[in-house]
């Protein structure tokens, strides 16, 4: 794996963030119903911060959940060795609320469809819409995401790497070649 | 981890935290409500139970399908075995059928082990006569890991029948493994001869109990003993039975446990089994989880 362009420092990350925030707060009409869920591993700092920003604007943050897909993905049984499984922790009721996804990259909408099985095990949400950093094209399936940080069109052999504090030790997002084997 | 488990040997130390690490998440999924995760959608867990047993067998189905997995149900009372169908020619059988996981009770020792070599799949040991019960071991060893944070340094104290239990060479080698102290409390007559020289031994109950963090009761196996053992079952109970008198000047956090299913007023007193640090219910759901566990750690593409 090669380094090819460092495409977002830590400041541009913050301000996609923000807007983020507040367009969720807008379309949502505040945060009385609603919920927002960080996808691990990335989407849980992501979500943490967006998170904050909603309290900075709205005056109050709404409850934070996490989701583990592990066992909703549809490639178990092609992947050698298994994925560590970790817990989801959603301590709360999601009927009728309005959930925000958050993820750090968007690509081929699998880890969005399991995710929305997921969540369906837990109730019946009013809605669900979806958060990512970067949306970098190639969707397999019809799912789009509502909130978008910067759209990044790519070749299938690249990599697209968030790096969180919480992590990486750093806010940055990169893109690397895959190399030939 | 290896492909598949017939004895606790066949885990190292990592991979036992491992399977009690990803126990505590799928307990938790328990606790949802809708309690079934699709990761074994497709797959299907043969429960071939050639002795009968009940929540063992409740355990694993239940397992099996929280997971989305098919299971089929052999039973040897109901089977073509009455025909004289050998064990090989009905595994066969079932292999045709395209099994995933077998999971074996048998009530002789190494069937379990002898089928791996018929099928590709996996199998799980549910208990092979007096040989082997890993899964129970791992759900008794998980139960401790989980009340206590570590296993390593603590002092467990068995009482019960241990000669003719299953249960305990698999404890006894999953808590060695571990770090444990074992000390090993019954009549003489209900010792084997094979018990590990780093097992301790004592018939003075209030010795095996003064500084146990565990104190755990093995059912009396009446069908397992073919000659008079003891005495009678209440002189048991008076000198080796868990009794109130004998464990109420301990310290506050230790624990109660049993494998079920428990012999009241022989092995060990209701009121103690009913008490706050029983967790002989708990142990229940835990081995649904840890069972949840192994057959995501054990299944193939």
């Known amino acids: 794996m090669k380094a090819k362009n460092k495409i977002m420092e830590k400041i541009d990350i913050m301000r996609s963030l923000k807007r983020i925030a507040h367009e969720i707060v807008e379309f949502n009409k505040g945060t009385d119903s609603l919920i927002i869920l960080g996808i691990r591993r990335r989407g849980v700092p992501l979500g943490k911060l967006i998170n904050e920003e909603i309290k900075k604007t709205e005056g109050k943050s709404a409850p934070f959940g996490i989701l583990d897909i592990t066992l909703y993905r549809d490639d178990l049984s092609t992947l050698g060795e298994k994925p560590k499984v970790n817990s989801t922790e959603i301590n709360f009721d999601i009927n009728d609320k309005n959930i925000v996804l958050i993820d750090d990259v968007l690509y081929t909408g699998r880890t969005i469809r399991s995710a929305i099985d997921e969540i369906m095990d837990f109730g019946r949400p009013a809605s669900v819409q979806v958060a990512v950093l970067i949306d970098r094209g190639h969707r397999e399936l019809p799912i789009f995401a509502n909130y978008i940080g910067r759209t990044i069109p790519t070749k299938k052999s690249e990599i697209i790497k968030v790096m969180t504090e919480e992590t990486d030790g750093k806010w940055e997002v990169w893109i690397y070649e895959k190399l030939d084997k | ?301």
């Open chain 2, 1 to 301: 981890m290896k492909k598949h488990l017939i004895t606790i040997s066949d885990l190292s130390k990592n991979e036992i935290i491992e399977i009690f690490k990803q126990g505590k998440v799928f307990k938790d999924i328990l606790q949802r409500p809708i309690k079934k995760i699709p990761t074994l959608r497709g797959k299907t867990v043969g429960l071939l139970f050639f002795e009968p047993s009940t929540r063992t067998k409740l355990s694993f189905e239940l397992a099996a399908k929280r997971m989305s997995a098919d299971t089929i149900n052999f039973s040897a009372s109901t089977s073509s075995l009455k025909k004289n169908e050998s064990i090989k020619d009905t595994i066969m059988t079932l292999e045709a059928m395209k099994i995933d996981i077998y999971v074996v009770r048998h009530p002789s020792p190494g069937v379990p082990a002898m089928i791996t070599k018929i099928i590709k799949g996996s199998v799980i040991n549910a208990g092979d006569g007096a040989h082997a019960h890993p899964t129970q071991g791992i759900l008794d060893a998980y139960t401790v890991w989980e009340k206590f944070g570590d296993v390593k340094g603590l002092h467990i104290a068995i009482l019960g029948d241990v000669k003719y239990s299953r249960v305990i060479r698999s404890d006894i080698e999953i808590f060695l493994k571990l770090g444990a102290h074992l000390t090993l409390c019954t009549a003489k007559t209900l010792m084997p001869n094979w018990i590990d020289p780093k097992v301790k031994y004592t018939t003075n109950i209030e010795k095996a109990v003064k500084d146990a963090d565990v104190i755990m009761g093995l059912r009396m196996q009446k069908e397992r003993q073919d000659s008079a053992i003891i005495p009678d079952e209440i002189e048991f109970n008076t000198f080796f039975g868990i009794k109130n008198i004998k464990i109420a000047n301990k310290k506050n956090n230790y624990i109660v446990m049993h494998p079920g299913p428990i012999n009241r007023g022989i092995e060990i007193d209701g009121d103690i089994a009913d008490s706050k640090h029983s967790v002989i219910n708990e142990q229940v759901t835990n081995g649904l989880a840890t069972r949840m566990a192994i057959f995501y750690a054990l299944f193939q593409g």
